[in-house]
């Protein structure tokens, strides 16, 4: 049933057109045939004898009235008719249409482009009258396979569209080609909606679609591909690591990487401009002390599970172990290296006193060895497998190392022996204060205070090739602060001691600074604790498709520590989010994983490639009823003013003017806050009164604040940006310190909604002035109206304000603006 | 031609079964009226007390009130207001014309004047007059006479526009309800007639709002009703000649008026859709002003 007329524009019921040949018909029956004339039966009938019309008006209607009115028919016939723009280059109409929806993750930013073409296609299948065959490309869990794709009816295909999401794995085609094989008995016409990326099987499936009919292929602007979100803590920071799918570079995008708290704040953000000719690495540079509230980083404006990355336990508080007997020392505690180091570091990290062979079985990020020098080859061997893996070894002097040093093993730069004494009657010397830390140091920054004075160091020995290694050094350039690489670990000596017998160091913030971003540099190690690999972990949360977190449902399978370790894909039985049970939590990130995102760019022969958004169609009905709705006012304006002229009868007239006045109305229906008002009001100060319906009163409201307005401006250092009338019941009370709220008879009591809203403001500080308009006691009817305002509201009772009170002042200022009122009854306070 | 005959008996008949109905309508507007306006305020022949005077040798012995005079030591003599009791006739115009409303929910024009010329017979019978339908040979003060006017108005009621001058008794105060459309040269030769033997004339014209108005619009074909000398008039647009008609009607109702002010009788104008209560007490009013002046 679809008739073209024009190129683009067709008729969904075209035989209503012809409707339209019976209008000239009408036009000639109105002209020639005029309807046969009342009977009226009149006693006073001899008055009208030989009665001449008068010549002041046409005697018909103007043909111009009678041309407008046939118009007006002839568009609401022409709308009626179902005329559409720009369809769709049009489905057959004896084949299935089958529709391959791409709804993996990366599916997630062109999602709303999909629906739009899926529902388009529907409509056209709907009119077409032929069955739908959806296909998702998603990977899907093994009951769900079991369900072959069946034909439904175009509206049973459109509920069932509006159930489908992105699902946050990746898309396989590689399962899907069977399945299409299987159906290639039947012949089908295909559209794909695809994501713009070509996964892996991209080209098997589209041979597939191909093989019997054309294929249409859909794919989003490159602006719109997905991207992926990897997060590596290193020594060198945050880095961020972007998976995308546009490797050509063609087109360089901004992204924006967030860093989201606990509660959803956002804690920072960065933007990268990512083109191909930067491949440097990409850091998020955010303060040490806020890192660690961090729990995802996600890309701002690219939804899609991708996108998100969450943090699991290995990012968050450092676990520290200081390899000495903790506080079960028989030596005083204020002498003690340990007393030290824990109370630097207890605030900011997992710490625990043990032997080093404990600590390396707990896997910790970081250990400390305070003034260790030798220890047993089994012990020595677990540190330096834990370093190797990544550990973060750090070492302080003292006494005994300086007399230990020879061969001395896990230790930046090689040392002398024994310590040198800076401040002693032999060496003349003085106690030497720290060099600012060079910008190449990871403790560059830091604030040396001017008292802290080195006495005692272990030199390491100057044959050694410094280079790279140095992260302080004292006055005289002697290192301080030395570090090697080790394995994927990190080797870190302080070369004097960690309680305060060697230097002052230890007494200042800065040794807790510094500490600090020593452990913020060590990350955990790869390896997992033995034991923990094979504990299987239950899904705490995971993400849907759009990367929004949400509670895991029952097809959700337990996960291994190994299993994350190793890389599993995933999938319906784990999608990504956080995994874990007491104690420990793993997060499953799609971005760590190996995604093969490549731009879609060539199509195998036969199937057809167009942008989304290029083919919608557009019904023009709507427009060609207002067109006609509006030629209707407009003839009925003409007659009006006719009317007027022509001294029709009243109630012709009245009514005119009541459908004018209905018009009018319509035109002025009551403007609510817009967005972009709240944004005025949130932007400064606003003084704000509540719309009562009354003209007169708001306008009066509206006037008196002007007025203190500028009163305000002018005699204080309050300078309100102007005045507000708010509906309560629609627009928003947060951005408005001070609410006036004039009180009339007439005044409908607020909505539940509303008193939730204003209860919702007085508790944060809101104040709300109400004004009976003749002083307490004088108008009843406003003051019950009150009661009946505030009686639901929780409020403490209202008591008179005393004059010297700031409301007082403010009410004079307002019975000044306002200038009406004869007795001035004072503003109220909330009584304590 | 019994068909005609037939038809107004039918109407007649449907009248009169409304008649209780248009009487207790009468009665009310007549109840709303404060009555005593017609009398004389002096002494003098009439029924109702007036005053207690002094005796004086000139009175009749039997006018002594004794048991006022008991009270005293002085005699009285009980003195009755002045009244004249005086005949008037009704008569309802009952040509087809009348029989006509544009609304179903105004009344006709005959029951208007139907209703307001029995309030008017109650309120005169309760003055103390006597009334009669024109053309009717008993008269009465009673609530009879009043029952038998109405039954005359309705049964006997002649299909004219105008009434007949012979039937009106001499002397009489006459009270003619009607729409009064007919030719003014026929109405005058009628009035002057009438105007020998009246002492008091009362012209009440009833128009329904259509017929001031014509609130029509667009074509129609206008047809009198009844059976019609009129030829139908058809008209192509109302809207144009309604200004002309409006004059020409308003001409007519302002002749009528000059008229009966050479005769020096009253004229009334009513339009079915205003209120019947006040216009019958604004008649009833001036109506008892004019005789108290006349007889003054």
Redesign the interface.
């Known amino acids: 049933m679809m008739g073209s007329l024009l190129n683009g524009l067709i008729f969904t019921q075209p035989l209503l057109l012809f409707a339209l040949a019976g209008l000239p018909v009408l036009w000639f029956l109105l002209r020639v045939m ?2 046969r ?13 030989g ?4 010549k ?2 046409p ?1 018909h209607t103007p043909w111009w009235i009678l041309l407008l009115r046939l118009l007006i028919l002839a568009l609401v016939i022409l709308a009626l008719s179902g005329p559409v723009m720009n369809p769709s280059a049009g489905l057959e109409s004896d084949k299935p249409l089958r529709l391959v929806i791409d709804n993996g993750w990366s599916a997630a930013p062109v999602w709303d482009a999909q629906l739009r073409e899926a529902d388009n296609l529907i409509a056209q299948a709907e009119r077409a009258n032929i069955p739908v065959l959806l296909l998702t490309t998603a990977a899907v869990s093994a009951p769900e396979a079991q369900d072959p794709p069946r034909l439904m009816a175009a509206a049973e295909a459109r509920s069932t569209i509006k159930g489908i999401a992105p699902r946050p794995w990746d898309t396989d085609y590689l399962s899907l080609i069977p399945r299409i094989e299987a159906m290639s008995d039947q012949e089908f016409q295909s559209v794909w909606l695809s994501d713009g990326i070509a996964h892996r099987g991209f080209d098997g499936l589209a041979k597939a679609l191909a093989a019997k009919r054309s294929v249409s292929l859909f794919h989003p602007a490159p602006e719109a591909l997905a991207l992926a979100l990897n997060i590596r803590h290193s020594l060198s920071g945050v880095e961020v690591i972007l998976q995308d799918a546009d490797e050509s570079g063609s087109l360089p995008r901004p992204v924006t990487v967030q860093a989201v708290g606990e509660d959803g704040r956002v804690l920072g953000f960065q933007t990268y401009n990512i083109s191909e000719d930067n491949k440097a690495p990409l850091f998020f540079e955010m303060p040490e002390a806020l890192r660690g509230n961090v729990t995802q980083y996600r890309l701002a404006g690219t939804p899609g599970a991708g996108g998100v990355f969450l943090l699991d336990e290995s990012f968050k508080r450092r676990s520290v172990g200081i390899a000495a007997p903790g506080e079960k020392s028989d030596r005083a505690p204020l002498v003690e290296a340990s007393y030290y180091l824990r109370r630097a570091l207890e605030p900011y990290a997992d710490l625990a006193f043990d032997t080093v062979e404990a600590l390396t079985a707990q896997n910790r990020s970081m250990i400390i060895l305070p003034d260790v020098a030798a220890m047993p080859l089994s012990e020595l061997n677990a540190l330096e497998s834990w370093v190797d893996k990544g550990g973060l070894l750090l070492r302080f002097a003292g006494p005994v190392m300086a007399d230990n040093v020879n061969n001395l093993p896990l230790v930046p730069v090689p040392l002398r022996q024994g310590g040198r004494a800076l401040e002693g009657s032999l060496t003349g010397g003085e106690a030497l204060k720290i060099q600012e830390f060079s910008p190449e140091s990871p403790l560059a920054g830091l604030e040396i205070p001017k008292d802290i004075v080195i006495r005692q160091q272990v030199l390491a020995d100057p044959a050694e090739d410094m280079t790279g290694k140095v992260w302080a050094a004292l006055e005289d350039g002697t290192p301080l602060i030395t570090a090697k690489p080790y394995g994927k670990g990190l080797l870190v000596m302080v070369h004097t001691s960690a309680g305060p017998d060697w230097s002052d160091l230890p007494l200042s913030g800065l040794f807790v600074e510094m500490l600090r971003r020593l452990a913020a540099l060590s990350h955990a190690p790869t390896g997992h604790e033995t034991g923990q690999a094979a504990v299987s972990l239950d899904p705490i949360m995971v993400l849907d498709g759009f990367g929004v977190p949400r509670k895991p449902d029952a097809g959700v399978k337990p996960i291994t520590v190994s299993e994350i370790a190793g890389g599993i894909k995933t999938g319906p039985d784990h999608p990504p989010g956080l995994y874990g049970r007491s104690g420990l939590q793993v997060a499953l990130n799609l971005g760590t994983q190996k995604l093969s995102l490549k731009i879609l760019t060539d199509v195998p022969a036969g199937v057809r490639k167009t942008s989304y958004g290029q083919s919608y169609e557009f019904s023009l009905m709507p427009f060609i009823l207002t067109l006609a709705a509006v030629l209707a006012l407009l003839d009925w304006l003409v007659m009006s003013v006719l009317a007027l002229t ?1 001294r ?2 009243a109630r012709g007239r009245k009514i005119t003017v009541m459908v004018i006045g209905v018009f009018l109305m319509s035109l002025s229906t009551p403007v609510h806050a817009t967005p972009e008002d709240d944004l005025k009001h949130a932007g400064a100060l606003y003084l704000a009164y509540i719309k009562t319906g009354d003209g007169t009163v708001d306008s009066q409201s509206g006037r008196g604040l002007g007025n203190l307005a500028k009163a305000l401006s002018s005699r204080t250092s309050a300078e309100p940006a102007g005045v507000a009338g708010i509906d309560i019941e629609s627009d928003a009370l947060a951005f408005f310190p001070w609410i006036f709220w004039p009180v009339t008879e007439t005044q409908k009591p607020p909505s539940p909604a509303a008193l939730q809203k204003i209860q919702f403001y007085l508790d944060h500080g809101g104040t709300i002035l109400f004004d009976l308009r003749y002083g307490a006691g004088q108008n009843i009817a406003a003051s019950q109206n009150l009661q009946k305002i505030t009686g639901a509201l929780n409020i403490p009772p209202l008591q008179p304000s005393p004059k010297t009170m700031f409301l007082a002042a403010l009410f004079i200022c307002w019975i000044f603006s306002r200038g009406c009122i004869q007795r001035a009854s004072y503003g109220w306070k909330r009584a304590p | 031609m019994p068909a005609l005959l037939d038809m107004i008996r039918g109407r007649a008949e449907r009248a009169a079964a409304g008649l209780p109905g248009l009487v207790m309508r009468a009665e009310k507007i007549a109840a709303s009226i404060t009555h005593g306006e017609h009398s004389k305020r002096r002494a003098g022949a009439g029924e109702k007390f007036w005053q207690f005077r002094a005796y004086d040798p000139s009175d009749r012995p039997q006018d002594i009130d004794w048991k006022q005079s008991a009270k005293t030591q002085h005699v009285f003599v009980r003195e009755k207001e002045w009244q004249n009791p005086q005949k008037v006739m009704f008569w309802c115009a009952g040509a087809a014309g009348m029989d006509y409303s544009s609304d179903p929910a105004t009344p006709t024009k005959h029951e208007t004047a139907l209703v307001m010329s029995l309030a008017l017979a109650i309120l005169m019978t309760r003055a103390g007059e006597q009334v009669a339908a024109l053309g009717a040979k008993r008269s009465g003060r009673s609530e009879l006479a009043i029952r038998a006017l109405a039954e005359h108005i309705v049964e006997e009621g002649e299909a004219h526009d105008l009434p007949d001058p012979a039937a009106l008794s001499m002397n009489a105060g006459l009270v003619m309800a009607g729409d009064f459309l007919s030719n003014l040269d026929y109405i005058r030769a009628c009035f002057d007639v009438m105007d020998g033997r009246t002492r008091q004339g009362i012209i009440i014209q009833i128009l329904d709002p259509a017929e001031i108005d014509l609130p029509f619009e667009g074509r129609a074909l206008f047809r009198a009703p009844g059976l019609g000398e009129h030829d139908p008039v058809k008209i192509d647009h109302i809207g144009e000649i309604r200004r002309q008609y409006q004059e020409r009607i308003t001409e007519h109702c302002r002749a009528l008026e000059e008229l009966c002010r050479q005769y020096g009788w009253l004229y009334f104008f009513h339009r079915t859709d205003h209120d019947l209560a006040e216009l019958t007490a604004a008649i009833w009013d001036s109506a008892a002003q004019h005789t108290g002046k006349g007889v003054a």
């Open positions: 005029p309807p004339p009342r009977v009226i039966v009149l006693p006073s009938l001899r008055f009208l004898e009665l001449l019309p008068e002041t008006s005697s022509l029709w009868p």
